[in-house]
């Protein structure tokens, strides 16, 4: 066993991980990156990059097959070669995956070490029996992992998670995905679009991380239009018959169907990888499930000391605080636990953004702020919104499906946030992230310039609806 001792160990070479790392080293500081899984991050490896190139390539079939409304059509079939859409998907994935490799290889070998790191105590971690590390201070950048429920253990290699998809070499005919969550979206949408029998199943009705019931609600008639989407299912069994996993469920229409699927993909959520890193030989305080309680802007972990004069020499960033499983968040979270680590006992809170979430389904989805569930369970508010349906140029698109609604405080006219399904969701959630940040009233939004004819004058829209009745309150 070797003994090695550096200033901040980082637990974890993803995007938090990479990020805590630059942080400690700008900070003067000596720092070593520990990490078990195979370097890329998953947002390259098996995330943001992949899902959003399957979705480009279902997108292309999808405008290929809906152009008659336009008076534009295609004789003969659109054929989609399933091992061609795998193959860009893989290459392009590889090519992301390739630049955080050679970021990786920059970095000098002495501060990268291989294996599983678990704490000894809360500034002492054994990696994989090899070596011991003994640090000032710690960054867990674990990330996160798909939950796939005990249940299904026996569907065996028919039993799919993300990282599978793209890894595959062509289509296949068939998958019953489980979870209308953000994944099961993104990825279930391009499945059925790219020509794949796509089932969709759901358990408790939500949708998308949508929490405004209004915005559910037309986020959910749109999808239903394009393919089969449960968003509370009733399932009977799932059992595997062979090559293919059998299905007994309720149809949407009430009836008892039994199909067949060649796959099954689990998109029902994620769960921080801090299960098994060894914190119950740390003094951090953990939540009903093992998440170590922090402080979210200065991500240190609490202490159960009662002394407590200087905290925890331990930080959190990334999926592994099982907050906000966001790229952006992770760089941001990541940056912040590294400098505090280096300059711990001194640590100070880190800049944090306004709340911004993209779902990149179409309609695509989009929340700004904390959302309408948790708003309205803190104060009064007041909405205002659109329906895209009439809404000039997303009818001109044909794209005019779905619903805005936006959030104000009725006494200051403040502007809270948003709720989204809808055209040009990921580009109307910027502005609205941004006039939150800048904490913009409603009038102020007002003043600001809209073109003519864009889908932002939906957006405009809404807030004179709002506007109108913060008025009246
Ligand atoms: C399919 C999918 C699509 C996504 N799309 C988007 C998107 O469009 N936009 C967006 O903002 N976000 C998206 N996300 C979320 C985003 O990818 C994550 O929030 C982000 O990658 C988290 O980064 P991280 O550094 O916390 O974790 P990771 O990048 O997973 O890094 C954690 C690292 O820690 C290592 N590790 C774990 N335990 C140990 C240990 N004990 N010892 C040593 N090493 C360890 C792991 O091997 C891993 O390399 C998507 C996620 C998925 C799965
Ligand atoms: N565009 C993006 O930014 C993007 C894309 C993908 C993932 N992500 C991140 O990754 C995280 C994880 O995504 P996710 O989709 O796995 O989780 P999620 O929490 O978004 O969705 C999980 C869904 O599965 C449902 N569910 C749970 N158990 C079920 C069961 N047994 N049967 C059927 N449905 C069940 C839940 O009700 C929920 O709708 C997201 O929260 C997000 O932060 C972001």
Redesign the pocket.
């Known amino acids: 066993m070797i003994t090695r001792q550096t200033d901040v160990a980082v637990?974890?070479?993803?995007?938090?991980?990479l990020s805590a790392y630059r942080a400690a080293r700008q900070a003067g500081k000596q720092a070593l990156l520990?990490?078990?899984?195979p370097y890329g991050?998953?947002?390259a490896r098996?995330?943001?990059m992949p899902?959003?190139l399957l979705i480009a390539a279902a997108e292309a079939a999808h405008a290929a097959q809906h152009g008659a409304p336009f008076g534009v059509h295609v004789d003969g079939t659109v054929r989609i070669n399933g091992r061609e859409v795998m193959a860009r998907v893989r290459s392009e994935r590889d090519r992301f995956v390739g630049f955080v490799l050679e970021s990786v290889e920059g970095i000098p070998a002495a501060d990268k070490l291989r294996?599983?790191?678990?704490f000894l105590s809360d500034t002492v971690l054994d990696v994989d029996g090899h070596t011991r590390v003994e640090a000032r201070s710690v960054v867990i950048?674990?990330?996160?992992r798909p939950v796939v429920p005990e249940a299904y253990a026996g569907l065996g290699e028919r039993l799919l998670v993300?990282d599978d998809v793209f890894e595959w070499q062509d289509l296949p005919r068939s998958v019953a995905v489980y979870g209308p969550g953000v994944?099961g979206l993104?990825l279930g949408q391009a499945l059925a679009r790219l020509g794949v029998t796509v089932r969709l199943f759901g358990r408790s009705g939500s949708l998308g991380g949508i929490t405004d019931p209004e915005v559910a609600a037309s986020a959910l008639a749109a999808f239903q239009q394009e393919f089969y989407l449960d968003a509370k299912a009733t399932v009977h069994s799932v059992v595997r018959q062979g090559d293919q996993v059998e299905i007994r469920y309720v149809a949407l229409d009430g009836s008892e169907c039994t199909e067949r699927f060649d796959y099954v993909l689990m998109a029902t959520g994620?769960r921080p990888?801090v299960d098994?890193?060894g914190l119950e030989h740390t003094s951090a305080v953990l939540d009903e499930h093992g998440v170590p309680l922090h402080d979210k802007e200065t991500l240190q972990v609490q202490s159960t000391a009662t002394d407590g004069t200087q905290g925890l020499p331990i930080f959190i960033?990334?999926?592994?605080t099982a907050e906000l499983?966001?790229?952006?968040?992770?760089a941001d979270e990541?940056r912040i636990a590294g400098r505090n680590a280096a300059n711990w006992p001194n640590v100070e809170a880190g800049q944090r953004r306004a709340g911004l979430s993209i779902v990149?389904s179409e309609p695509q989805i989009a929340k700004v702020g904390p959302g309408y569930r948790a708003l309205s369970k803190q104060q009064d508010i007041v909405t205002g919104e659109v329906d895209f349906s009439n809404q000039g140029r997303s009818r001109v698109m044909l794209r005019n499906k779905g619903k805005l609604r936006v959030y104000a405080a009725p006494d200051s006219g403040r502007f809270l946030g948003a709720e989204m399904a809808g055209p040009s969701a990921e580009h109307i959630g910027h502005l609205l992230a941004w006039a939150l940040q800048q904490q913009m009233t409603i009038p102020q939004m007002l003043e600001m310039p809209f073109y003519h004819p864009v889908v932002e004058e939906g957006l405009r829209t809404a807030l004179r609806d709002v506007a109108g009745k913060l008025k009246m309150a």
């Open positions: 637990i974890g070479t993803g995007t938090a991980g520990i990490e078990d899984g991050t998953t947002c098996v995330g943001c899902s959003k294996g599983r790191a678990r950048a674990t990330g996160s993300n994944i993104e994620r990888n098994d890193i960033a990334g999926d592994a499983s966001l790229l952006h968040e992770a990541g990149f």
